[in-house]
């Protein structure tokens, strides 16, 4: 029988320790713990906007997209604030720029096939007669998927918080874990100041996940990736609002997310860390010169993420008390789903949601190691 003087405890409130701590809490009420190291809100993570979709790359992702949607409109309902603006979503492809043909939209359109996701392909003048704010060569395609929008990532994590507390959870800031020892009846966690007894422990601590996990398991190969995101002042902003312009990546001789203007006042675009201002200004110029206007400001992103690309969700191989997630750049769109998993490995060892890709024991995280 679990013992009710134990707590569940959470490392870690950025997108999926947050999570996890409002399913665990809405599950257990005041027996959650939630620590961080810093203060909440401080993560890696700079940047708001993040991209949600039901057509996806690949087909890990695909099969939990509808259901991600559902729980982000589900927290929604519970908490009212708006998490979620739909805008439709454009992924074009230059074939010039690229010199592959077919080789994104043709595996989009065969993932978006395999999981009966509705979308449009389109040529360069189908795209520029429906969102003529885009100026193209006629040497670009594009697919278009109306269930596509903007998350507000850093209002989801403050979301999850505040409703974790609202159900008895106990968030701790400037608490780093020194160490956790499994023990015969429970995982000891080792604070500054304290050591708490834990019946089952969620590491979520993105960059910091191997330093939790020293002695526990190998240590996860995880790469620290930056990404930048820029706001521009555009004076057009009824042209580039949700309702008239849609979230767009584009595949050409650089990869680019384009936002159109929601919270900030601002068109954002996010790019690589290594692509100066000139050639973004060179590229929007070219293809979206109305989306320009003065730079506001640059922010960082940083993703932690394994050699394959994919998040970690799963419990530790011989230590089912301690589970660990890594959310690999994607665990703001899909992070409260993702969140309700480990929660659910927390308190019945299982789910019933298909994350097998996401496993400690893949064969890409051991080849790697």
């Known amino acids: 029988m679990p013992r009710t003087d134990l707590r569940h405890v959470v490392v870690g409130c950025g997108a999926l320790g947050s999570a996890a701590a409002y399913w665990l809490s809405r599950a257990l009420g005041a027996r959650v713990l939630v620590l961080e190291r810093d203060a909440p809100g401080r993560g890696a993570d700079e940047d708001h906007a993040r991209v949600l979709r039901y057509?996806?790359?690949?087909?890990?992702?695909?099969?939990?997209?509808?259901?991600?949607?559902?729980?982000?409109?589900?927290?929604?309902?519970?908490?009212?604030?708006?998490?979620?603006?739909?805008?439709?979503?454009?992924?074009?492809?230059?074939?010039?720029?690229r010199g592959a043909c077919g080789r994104v939209l043709g595996g989009h359109a065969a993932v978006a096939d395999r999981h009966d996701v509705d979308f449009e392909l389109l040529d360069a003048r189908a795209v520029q007669r429906r969102w003529p704010q885009f100026r193209l060569a006629g040497t670009e395609e594009a697919m278009y998927q109306r269930r596509t929008g903007i998350l507000d990532a850093a209002r989801a994590d403050a979301t999850?918080?505040?409703?974790?507390?609202?159900?008895?959870?106990?968030?701790?800031?400037?608490?780093?874990?020194?160490?956790?020892?499994?023990?015969?009846?429970?995982?000891?966690?080792?604070?500054?100041?304290?050591?708490?007894?834990?019946?089952?422990?969620?590491?979520?601590?993105?960059?910091?996940?191997?330093?939790?996990?020293?002695?526990?398991?190998?240590?996860?190969?995880?790469?620290?990736?930056?990404?930048?995101?820029?706001s521009?002042?555009?004076?057009?902003?009824?042209?580039?609002?949700?309702?008239?312009?849609?979230?767009?990546?584009?595949?050409?001789?650089?990869?680019?997310?384009?936002?159109?203007v929601d919270g900030?006042?601002?068109?954002?675009?996010?790019?690589?860390?290594?692509?100066?201002?000139?050639?973004?200004?060179?590229?929007?110029?070219?293809?979206?010169?109305?989306?320009?206007?003065?730079?506001?400001?640059?922010?960082?992103?940083?993703?932690?993420?394994?050699?394959?690309?994919?998040?970690?969700?799963?419990?530790?191989?011989?230590?089912?008390?301690?589970?660990?997630?890594v959310g690999a750049g994607h665990a703001s769109t899909f992070a409260s789903l993702l969140g309700r998993v480990l929660a659910e490995l927390a308190t019945t060892g299982t789910s019933r949601r298909p994350i097998g890709s996401f496993a400690l024991d893949r064969p890409a995280l051991a080849a790697a190691a």
């Open 55 to 97: 057509a996806q790359p690949r087909d890990a992702y695909a099969a939990l997209a509808r259901e991600a949607y559902a729980t982000w409109r589900d927290v929604e309902r519970v908490s009212g604030q708006t998490l979620v603006a739909e805008t439709g979503g454009l992924v074009i492809e230059d074939l010039a720029g």
């Open 160 to 230: 999850h918080l505040a409703l974790a507390r609202g159900h008895g959870a106990e968030v701790r800031a400037h608490s780093p874990v020194r160490a956790l020892r499994p023990t015969a009846g429970h995982v000891e966690v080792v604070l500054d100041d304290e050591v708490v007894r834990a019946e089952h422990v969620v590491v979520a601590a993105e960059a910091g996940t191997n330093a939790v996990l020293d002695g526990l398991v190998a240590p996860v190969p995880l790469t620290l990736h930056q990404e930048q995101v820029t």
């Open 232 to 260: 521009y002042a555009t004076p057009h902003l009824l042209d580039f609002s949700p309702a008239r312009f849609p979230v767009f990546t584009w595949h050409g001789a650089q990869i680019v997310h384009g936002f159109p």
């Open 264 to 325: 900030e006042v601002a068109t954002k675009l996010g790019h690589e860390a290594s692509t100066d201002a000139r050639r973004r200004h060179e590229f929007l110029a070219a293809h979206v010169p109305g989306f320009l206007g003065p730079e506001i400001r640059t922010r960082t992103r940083l993703s932690t993420i394994p050699p394959d690309g994919h998040p970690v969700v799963d419990t530790l191989p011989g230590e089912p008390r301690v589970s660990v997630g």
